[in-house]
């Protein structure tokens, strides 16, 4: 497969400006896509794309069902899949080319678009380190992104279709991808940028989503052990981030780490409590509603 037709697929809520951003960096990039589908999943007013951009439309709610149905319509060999707020960095698809050649499933890296990066915000510092850690996804655990994913046709269908919002949809998938078998390869040249969230509460919606889905899986008394004390050690955790903190080249300054570290503390102490209330309340379906899309 030296030379691939390669499908990009990307679902879309509600960005149209982040969009056209993509689509550019898509145009600009050294190797071209050769069939565009972007999947609307549900936006106000539906995106207007270039000519040669296929638009479908999902009414299902989430990215996987608008995934699923763009991979029904792609024909390429090699399906490579992006988000509407992602850029791909110029060489993105020619770095998949070439590591697609040896390999099933590709997970690129995933760095966070600063707007200013002489002067990180909160969250920019906090996400530059430990948003989006696909290396450590795929060998801690057996998956990556759907934000920079790259998988043969063929592997894709062996694996089946991605879940529904009561699932997180790329960890469900990447683990059943392993699960038969198929390594997941990661390609640190293959690059995209990611801008931060642009509040804390919408890193707590993430958040609510992922402690729900994780929540469920408990099913046995040892499950609800280590829930337990996974919440006792999650509010003093940050300590033991310090050393990784100060070695990450993803902020350099030291005025970023401090940012970095003081973004971690409040995550981890709201993760605390979401998982202590998880703990006493439980229904955790309460807290997956809470994100639309």
Known sequence: M???????????????????????????????????????????????????????????????????????????????????????????????????????????????????????????????????RMERYIAEEGFTGTGNLVVKRAILESVGPFAGLEKAEDRDWGQRATGLGFEIKFVPQMRVYHPARPSF?????????????????????????????????????PLAEIPQIAASDRVPRVIDKVKAFAGLCRIRVYRAGRMMDLMLRGRPERLAAKWNR
């Open 201 to 237: 509460a919408d890193l707590y919606l993430k958040w609510d989503r992922q402690l729900a889905h994780d929540y469920t899986l408990i099913n046995d008394s040892v499950g609800k052990l280590r829930w337990v004390v996974k919440t006792l050690a999650m509010g003093i955790s």
């Open 2 to 132: 030296s030379d691939p037709r390669i499908s990009v697929i990307i679902p879309h809520l509600n960005q149209p400006a982040m969009l056209a951003r993509c689509l550019g960096s898509l145009r600009d990039g050294t190797r071209q896509p050769d069939e565009i589908i972007v999947v609307d999943n549900g936006s106000d007013v539906l995106p207007d794309v270039p000519a040669h951009v296929t638009l479908l439309q999902q009414k299902t709610p989430g990215p996987g069902p608008a995934r699923n149905l763009g991979v029904a319509h792609a024909t390429g060999d090699v399906i490579a899949f992006t988000d509407a707020d992602c850029l791909a960095r110029f060489d993105w698809l020619e770095m998949a080319v070439r590591a697609i050649a040896k390999n099933d499933i590709l997970g690129g890296d995933v760095r966070i678009a600063c707007v200013n990066p002489r002067k990180l915000s909160v969250l920019e510092a906090y996400e530059s380190i430990y948003a989006y």
